[in-house]
């Protein structure tokens, strides 16, 4: 496999714990570059802790992440910042807030404390407006907008924050079924076009397993395997790890596999 | 084509907005006119200048010089201060009815102004002005401590924790002031929230305090841009959450300490005033900071004249009359949020 000469990301012997609850439990992930990674199981699983660490906004009991072979700890929170950017599982700002402030935003870690706006901040901006098609809503406030609309001007703003890396949490959560297609789409995309590395946390695991190149299986604190998605949907291992039976089909339309869930008796 | 397309509505944005700016500075100089001209002797704009520029001596001029000037710098001053601090704390609590008043940084700042000169003997005005900032981040302290300990930093356990602080240091302000007579009169005059009847040095001594606290939060503009989305996407985003806080918490104590070690406390002012800069210029700092600044200004120094009026020939306090439109305010702002 020629990923593995090139791990944007290596999760090493990450523990995590709130209060002595052990979230993680010497967990170790690499991250390939340039594709996208899905982390999918069951509720408190710690996918989402997990997602969260990789982005450093909980420091972990032990272990390490490292981004191109250096430990996240060693950068600062700025320089971290241009290089991952997080869309947390559903995002607020003020209601009265325009769309284009709002995608302004994701240039905050381009800016130095008194230096003003630059012209390449007002670019970085009006590419992800464009890519994300938010451009002919930037006066709207963010409160008139719909659901989809609404993740797509987020979207806009990890996207002008201009990283190598983007983590979402659950993006799709409270999307219709057309919304969430085109919210990945996007995503998809973005991860083909500007070769962007993806890691999301996906809940509808035949969504995961349509647009995951890595599929990540996470259970009580740990991986339980990870890989191409071909390889983890099987029957056993979903009972196993989502504790629900399950037949797997291949999707007719995408040629992936896809897990019909059901309960025996 | 595109950027055929963009240039001109930036354009029209960035002049729309220098245009606001330039009417707020219009509106402040009128403000202030009306400030040093209406009130229990009326006096000609040429008068005014004369007792500015070429003191004759008479006795125009020296009302003018020594009571009508100090009110008329001391307003903007605390009303600029209030509205900055105000729009800071409505940032920081992601909250739009939080204010130095609901925080009970006004009150904090009146206990600390009381306690320094009944138990510590504190005479002069520096050492009042430091009381007051001093008792002001006390209280954002506590404040804060005391709502974070309850289970999460919740926009209405805030408030609910600051208006209880408030009360409380009201009631030690009055329990002090009963059983300290001696020193009532001399107290009173200040805790009223007016502006009249300040010596001047008051605001000399206010400018450095107030410019410091603004120069942070100008420093901090792009941070508080950021920590307007919710905790995990600004630490996405880069922001050093608790150091922005903190340094935040420092200015706003500053301008509010400043403020009220001027004029006592003033009233809702740091309520009011940022709903009128956002819906003015937008919500990024720079220009809410600088929009709250003015129309803080303008909107105390309007109130002080209103104050020569409302009950004439006798001054009301300006406190009351800010506290009426606030209380106005506040309810129109219930009433929206609940709608």
């Not at chain 1, 999307?175 to 969430?180: F, I």
Request: aromatic content about 4%.
């Amino acid at each position: 496999m020629d990923d593995l000469a090139a791990n944007r990301i290596e999760v090493k012997g990450l523990t995590m714990a709130y209060g002595g609850d052990v979230v993680l439990d010497a967990l170790n992930l690499p991250i390939p570059a340039g594709r996208i990674t899905v982390l999918a199981g069951p509720n408190g699983c710690g996918k989402s802790t997990l997602l969260r660490a990789i982005r450093r906004l909980h420091a972990p009991q032990s272990g390490q992440i490292l981004l191109d072979t250096e430990d996240i700890t060693r950068l600062g929170s700025k320089a971290l910042g241009r290089r991952i950017g997080l869309l947390p599982q559903s995002p607020s700002a003020p209601l009265d807030m325009n769309v284009e402030e709002l995608v302004r935003l994701g240039r905050y870690p381009h800016q130095a404390m008194l230096q003003p706006w630059s012209p390449q901040d007002d670019e970085a901006v009006s590419r992800a407006m464009a890519g994300t098609g938010v451009e002919a809503m930037r006066r709207r406030r963010i409160g008139s907008l719909s659901g989809g609309q609404l993740q797509r001007a987020w979207i806009a703003m990890v996207l002008a924050q201009d990283t190598d890396v983007i983590c979402l949490d659950e993006p799709v959560n409270h999307l219709d079924m057309a919304h969430q297609l085109d919210c990945l789409e996007l995503v998809a995309r973005l991860n083909r076009d500007e070769g962007k590395t993806i890691v999301l946390v996906l809940h509808d695991l035949n969504l995961a397993a349509r647009y995951a190149d890595n599929l990540v299986f996470v259970a009580n604190g740990r991986i339980r395997e990870a890989g191409n998605p071909e390889l983890l949907m099987r029957a056993d291992l979903i009972a196993e790890v989502f504790n629900t039976d399950a037949h797997i089909i291949t999707d007719p339309i995408h040629g992936r596999p896809m897990c019909i869930p059901f309960r025996k008796g | 084509m595109s950027i055929a397309a963009t240039a001109p509505r930036y354009r029209s944005i960035v002049l729309s907005r220098s245009a606001i700016y330039g009417l707020l500075l219009a509106l402040l100089a009128l403000a202030w006119l009306t400030s040093m001209t209406l009130g229990y002797r009326l006096y000609t704009p040429g008068q005014v200048w004369a007792a500015l520029f070429a003191n004759d001596g008479t006795e125009a001029a020296t009302v003018i010089a020594g009571l009508r000037l100090p009110r008329a710098l001391i307003a903007p001053l605390a009303g600029a201060a209030l509205g900055m601090a105000g729009t800071m704390v409505q940032t920081l609590s992601r909250n739009r009815i939080a204010s130095p008043d609901t925080l009970g940084l006004n009150a904090g700042a009146s206990l600390a102004v009381v306690v320094a000169t009944i138990i510590f003997g504190v005479q002069s005005l520096v050492g009042l002005s430091l009381a007051a900032a001093f008792g002001a981040l006390a209280t954002a302290i506590v404040v804060f401590g005391v709502a974070a300990g309850a289970g999460g930093l919740s926009p209405l356990k805030i408030v609910l924790v600051g208006v209880t602080f408030a009360s409380l240091a009201h009631a030690a302000v009055e329990i002090l002031l009963t059983s300290n007579e001696a020193q009532l009169q001399q107290l009173l005059f200040w805790l009223s929230g007016a502006f009249v009847d300040r010596p001047i040095s008051l605001f000399f001594n206010g400018l450095p305090v107030v410019l410091v606290g603004a120069a942070i939060g100008f420093a901090l503009a792009s941070s508080l841009d950021a920590a307007q989305a919710d905790d995990s996407t600004a630490a996405g985003l880069g922001v050093p959450l608790a150091a922005v806080r903190g340094a935040a918490f420092v200015a706003v104590s500053l301008l509010t300490g400043a403020a009220v070690s001027m004029a006592g406390p003033v009233a809702f002012v740091g309520l009011v005033v940022p709903h009128v800069a956002r819906r003015l210029v937008g919500l990024q700092h720079r220009h809410q900071l600088t929009a709250a600044a003015l129309t803080g200004a303008i909107y105390t120094t309007l109130a002080d004249v209103a104050a020569r009026f409302v009950i004439y020939p006798v001054e009301a306090p300006v406190g009351a009359i800010t506290a009426v439109v606030g209380a106005i305010a506040l309810l129109v702002l219930l009433r929206r949020r609940l709608a």
